[in-house]
């Protein structure tokens, strides 16, 4: 059965904005191609924003202490690199680590996981977001990004089937368009947003 999908080219609805007004979580994930709207999306969100948000990006062992600085001076958040056991607060960007797959614990606490790559990745994007599913539900938002392959697109989808407010970038707009396309594909994104939309949206 397919599921219903709505595509905004203009402010977002009533509904999207209370949804997002009222979750606690916002998760961001992305791969290649996702860079720039990540680096926008970091500077827009306002320091009094009351959630926390996370970013799971595809990227190699240096990428962190590459991109610290730029994020950092651009942020009016509290950013930093997720650690083991590391407690979720609001107000504050976490970005998941190189080489470990992030999830969230019951208890509010992150937790790094070294088992094998999904889709070749490490951080998985499909593995924070499944676990964030099973713990948030309706109290999170979800967006998936520019990227060149499936991850993300599972677990967007558990996270839509748990209640949450799940949206795909639209691909007219991804740099590399396979990872909101394969998204979409599945019935996983709620919303079909541009990227303007998207800044509209979280900076509301």
Not at 4 to 22: G, Q, V, Y
Not at 31 to 44: D, N
Not at 117 to 145: G, M
């Amino acid at each position: 059965m397919q599921r219903k999908i709505f595509i905004k080219k203009l402010a977002p609805d009533k509904n999207l904005l209370e949804r997002w007004k009222s979750a606690e979580i916002l998760l961001l994930g992305g791969s290649a191609g996702s860079f720039k709207i990540l680096f926008q999306i970091v500077k827009l969100l306002a320091p009094d924003l009351n959630k926390t948000v996370i970013i799971v990006i595809h990227r190699k062992k240096n990428f962190f202490s590459e991109i610290e600085k730029l994020f950092a001076e651009n942020s009016r958040m509290l950013m930093r690199e997720i650690g083991d056991k590391d407690i979720l607060n609001k107000n504050t960007i976490y970005i998941a680590p190189a080489n470990y797959h992030t999830l969230i614990e019951k208890e509010g606490t992150f937790a790094l996981d070294v088992s094998e790559p999904v889709w070749f990745s490490k951080p998985s994007i499909d593995v924070t977001f499944e676990s964030a599913a099973e713990v948030y539900k309706e109290r999170c938002i979800a967006i998936l990004l520019s990227g060149a392959n499936q991850d993300g697109a599972e677990g967007l989808l558990k996270l839509r089937n748990s209640g949450a407010t799940t949206i795909a970038q639209h691909p007219e707009d991804a740099e590399m368009t396979e990872m909101p396309t394969a998204a979409i594909n599945i019935g996983a994104a709620e919303y079909i947003l541009h990227t303007d939309e998207i800044f509209t949206l979280l900076s509301t």
